[in-house]
């Protein structure tokens, strides 16, 4: 039986969610996924179906989503249906809503120097079997800061100051890429690069990394049924 995914897309135009989408919905496709891309939020309101996928990508930047919404997003994840998403589509999203950045892991706060920014990712090595065999590599791209769960598994990370500002008075710091964390029994991934879909062409790693995390994430019920993880701790 093969698996299935939700996408559901909109919000600020400038991410490109119809771009970043569709070449989700490709890797996916690949690896033997059924994907359902959807424009609206309405299909959140059933519960019943998010708990029969396997994973659920957000694309959508900024915006609001009804608690109802996001408490059947928290209960399928819960329940071990995997969450992941890119750059503003999962942690620029619905800016309002802490209980969605405690379940996601972070939150977008500023991206010095704007687009065109040129800076490293640098993989935390042996971190995770999701960035396994790849090196640093360059972006030329915004640079995501955020503000983060210390739950997370950090799977790459990026080095502030590179641009003059500020936040240049404080030491330097790295700050996450692309991490993991959990949700019950659902596995959450997370990638800051997309800002636009062509970042994904421009620095083949982060295609690499995104299309391992999503795999990853959707995997999370089937490894749960699998080994008996039935507790329903989301509960």
Known sequence: MCKKALIFRGGWDGHEPKLVSERFAGMLEKNGYEVNIVDSQDILADLDYLMSLDLIIPCWTMGEIKREYRENIQKAVAAGTGLAGCHGGMCDAFRNDTEWQFMTGGQWVSHPGGDGTDYTVNICKGANPIVAGLDDFKVC????????????????????????????????????????????????FYNSLGHHDDVFDKSPSAAVIMERGMLWAGEGKAYAKENGLTEKIYE
């Open 141 to 188: 791209s915004e640079q995501y800061y955020l503000h983060i769960d210390p739950a997370i598994e950090v799977l790459a990370t990026t080095r502030f100051p590179v641009v003059k500002g500020m936040h240049c008075a404080n030491k330097p710091i790295d700050m996450p890429v692309a991490w993991t964390k959990f949700w019950g029994l659902g596995r959450i």
